[in-house]
């Protein structure tokens, strides 16, 4: 089992930057992938970035390509979520996500396992 709590959310203007975590405590050793997820109201959710924690390979959803990166801090086991060039578009709740298995599906919901709580990301225009 692996326990994800996410921070760093908040209300920005359109434009501004934000950095997002997601500490995880627990079986972190056999951590395969992480990924970030997101989900307006009564949207469904969606697909933001994922990372290998081994090697640092990363995949993004299209519409975030060259505005936000995702990252890992391997000693701190740490999630990270650079995002800059915000837009009101990416309002939502962004959840963390892990699992301890290999798949092609990276964009999948439930290829990951365990999901923290969310944190909220508010961008006005």
């Known amino acids: 089992q692996v326990q994800l709590v996410e921070s760093g959310g908040g209300l920005v203007q359109a434009g501004a930057s934000l950095r997002l975590s997601c500490v995880a405590s627990?079986?972190?050793?056999?951590?395969?992938?992480m990924a970030w997820f997101r989900q307006d109201a009564g949207k469904a959710r969606e697909f933001v970035a994922a990372?290998?924690?081994?090697?640092?390979?990363?995949a993004y959803t299209d519409s975030v390509k060259g505005r936000f990166s995702i990252s890992r801090d391997n000693i701190k086991n740490t999630l990270y979520l650079h995002q800059n060039t915000l837009k009101p578009e990416d309002t939502a709740v962004y959840y963390c996500?892990?699992?301890?298995?290999?798949?092609?599906?990276?964009?999948?919901?439930?290829?990951?396992?365990?999901w923290g709580q969310g944190t909220q990301v508010t961008v006005s225009s």
């Open positions: 627990g079986r972190t050793a056999s951590l395969y992938r």
């Open positions: 990372i290998r924690w081994e090697d640092g390979d990363t």
């Open positions: 996500a892990a699992t301890f298995r290999s798949s092609i599906y990276v964009e999948k919901i439930s290829t990951y396992s365990h």
